[in-house]
């Protein structure tokens, strides 16, 4: 994971068409506004179901870390 500094107004460029903008930062929270085409689907992470990254392992029947009832 890339950890960046960034103050109010300061953005971030991910690739060559989504720009990430500092819009607020509070006690608690930060706002961000994110420039992306139309076409990229941009969702917050609480609202998507559960689904497995590339990365991570898929559990099985066979593994040990599984919990049957």
């Known amino acids: 994971m890339l950890v ?3 103050k109010t107004g300061e953005r971030i460029r991910i690739g060559d068409n989504v720009t ?3 819009v607020r930062i509070g006690p608690n ?3 961000l506004g994110i420039e992306a085409p ?4 941009i969702v917050r992470e609480e609202l998507c179901l559960h689904e497995p990254l590339v990365d991570e ?3 099985t029947a066979e593994d ?3 919990v049957h009832p």
């Open 29 to 31: 929270n930060v706002r």
């Open 57 to 59: 392992p898929r559990k």
């Open 38 to 41: 139309r076409d990229l689907n």
């Open 64 to 66: 040990p870390a599984v």
């Open 4 to 6: 960046l500094s960034r």
């Open 20 to 22: 990430v903008t500092i």
